[in-house]
């Protein structure tokens, strides 16, 4: 909004040249979305309260876990819905609306929608979304996506990969399997991950700045031509929104981090783990994902392994799953978990920025 109003100016003021630079207005989306988040934080909050919209704690039967979890009852819920719309409005306000951006909002807006459903149910009969329903939804859009991408024909329907300069696939018709696998599975494994005080939130935020860094060099000419990464005119702009992602998370931590005040919800996980999946389809950097979400990828593994492990040989592999249950009950206190954690998102959202040379 504010690059169409004030670059236009710019033959009054040459000042306002500025709007033009994707390094300043991802600044400034960051900075906007995060004071969003951190001056309506309390406010959010306390009308939370009253609408009586707090957690449900369930461990499925896990006394431990339970004994462990009951302290956090009563702590509200469905925060998420402040950090999607801190992203929506800083977007719009900085970003210079493209396709790309489009995609990205309508998938924001699509699994805040989902989320706030599924979260909406929990606290009315203890019970969210089915698995099956909600892998639905989640194929349903993925599919959507890939479709709409082979009609618009933006970009070849191919797969890169990292460690390779020429190893391309393509996919042809099958990409729009692929575009529903990455986003299911970026959704799924974000939601696992978010069990413990400020643990998903920050391990988001690695991921969120990674992919700004991708963003802006899938969408430079020079940069992707030097760095044998595939140009995408227009992918540029995601900079911003992985920049407000950025802003609202480090906001929302501020009041997620332990002992939580606010959770984010399904609303806040399946909304931002969407996201990310859409971001790197959108600059062809899928397995660039698995590397810098290692953590989502294996709390999300954990989850298969355990039930797997269950129905095969009917025991448990771990103590709890996911892995940040299994790490609590091994005797970890909750903040040391989420910290160790974190450092392990910190490893490897800086392998995936490696590959940059790497090739």
């Not at 606290?123 to 909600?134: C, D, E, I, V």
């Amino acid at each position: 909004m504010l690059y169409y109003f004030l670059y236009s100016l710019r033959e009054v003021f040459f000042g306002f040249n500025i709007f033009k630079y994707i390094t300043f207005r991802s600044v400034s989306g960051f900075i906007t979305s995060f004071l969003l988040v951190i001056i309506l934080g309390k406010f959010f909050i306390r009308h939370l309260k009253r609408l009586r919209l707090e957690e449900y704690i369930d461990m499925y039967g896990h006394v431990k876990l339970q004994a462990i979890f009951n302290g956090k009852k009563g702590t509200p819920t469905m925060g998420g819905i402040l950090i999607v719309l801190s992203i929506l409005f800083s977007v719009v306000l900085w970003a210079k609306i493209n396709v790309f951006v489009w995609l990205s909002l309508l998938t924001l807006g699509w699994f805040s929608i989902f989320g706030f459903v599924d979260d909406y149910l929990k606290l009315k009969n203890k019970k969210g979304l089915k698995r099956l329903p909600k892998f639905f939804i989640q194929i349903i859009f993925g599919s959507f996506l890939g479709f709409i991408l082979l009609k618009l024909n933006i970009f070849e329907p191919t797969i890169y990969f990292p460690f390779f300069k020429n190893l391309v696939v393509n996919l042809g018709i099958f990409y729009i399997i692929w575009t529903a696998i990455v986003v299911s599975a970026s959704c799924n494994s974000v939601n696992f991950t978010d069990g413990l005080d400020g643990l998903a939130i920050g391990s988001i935020l690695m991921v969120a700045l990674t992919f700004s860094i991708f963003s802006y060099v899938s969408g430079n000419v020079n940069l992707s031509g030097y760095l044998f990464f595939p140009f995408i005119e227009g992918t540029g702009e995601l900079t911003v929104v992985c920049s407000c992602i950025l802003g609202a998370g480090l906001g929302f931590l501020w009041f997620n981090a332990y002992p939580a005040e606010v959770f984010m919800g399904d609303v806040g996980s399946s909304s931002l783990g969407g996201l990310l999946g859409v971001v790197a389809i959108l600059i062809k950097k899928e397995i660039w994902l698995l590397i810098a979400g290692g953590l989502f990828v294996i709390e999300a593994l954990s989850v298969i392994l355990q039930i797997g492990w269950v129905k095969i040989f009917s025991r448990k592999l771990f103590k709890a799953a996911p892995l940040h249950h299994h790490l609590q009950l091994s005797g970890w206190p909750e903040s040391k978990v989420t910290i160790r954690l974190w450092i392990i998102s910190v490893l490897f959202s800086a392998l995936a920025l490696a590959t940059l040379k790497v090739r």
